[in-house]
C-alpha cells in the first residue's frame, strides 16, 4: 500500500514538474512608491502591453480589486485620431459604472502581454474630465 501511494505521489509530482517547465510567464516590473512617508519598493505590478496593432508600447497596473480592466481616456485618446479601427470599437451601449459614472466600452479587442495574447475581449473606456 505504501509502495503504491510513494509510486502515485512520484508519478504526481514528476507531472507537475513537467508541465510547470511550459508555464508562459507574463513580463511584469515591479514600481515603488510611498504612503504615509513610508516606501515600499514593491508598491505595484506593471505590465507591458500592446493594444490592438498600434505601434505603441503601453504599461497597465496590474490591480487585484479591479473588476473591469480598464484603459484610462488620456492614454488612449491621441490614438483614437490615428486609428479610426480603434475608435470605431467604442460601444455607448455598452457601459461600466466607474467613479459614480457609466462610462463606454470597447469591445472586440486584442492585447498581448509577452507572448500571451488575450483575444476578442472587452475593456473599459474610462475617460478623462476633459474627454467629457
Do not use: R
Request: no cysteine; charged share 20%.
Amino acid at each position: 500500500m505504501l509502495f503504491k501511494i510513494s509510486l502515485a505521489f512520484l508519478v504526481f509530482v514528476s507531472t507537475f514538474a513537467a508541465n510547470a517547465q511550459d508555464l508562459k510567464w507574463i513580463p511584469f516590473k515591479w514600481t515603488g512608491d510611498s504612503i504615509a512617508g513610508k516606501y515600499f519598493d514593491k508598491f505595484s505590478m506593471v505590465i507591458p502591453v500592446k493594444i490592438e496593432n498600434i505601434p505603441a508600447n503601453f504599461n497597465m497596473q496590474f490591480d487585484l480589486g479591479a473588476v473591469k480592466t480598464v484603459i484610462y481616456g488620456n492614454s488612449i485618446q491621441s490614438y483614437l485620431a490615428v486609428y479610426p479601427e480603434l475608435k470605431d470599437k467604442i460601444d455607448t451601449s455598452k457601459t461600466f459604472l466607474i467613479q459614480g459614472e457609466n462610462n463606454p466600452m470597447f469591445t472586440n479587442m486584442e492585447l498581448k502581454m509577452g507572448t500571451t495574447s488575450f483575444k476578442s475581449i472587452d475593456i473599459g473606456y474610462f475617460k478623462t474630465s476633459v474627454e467629457k
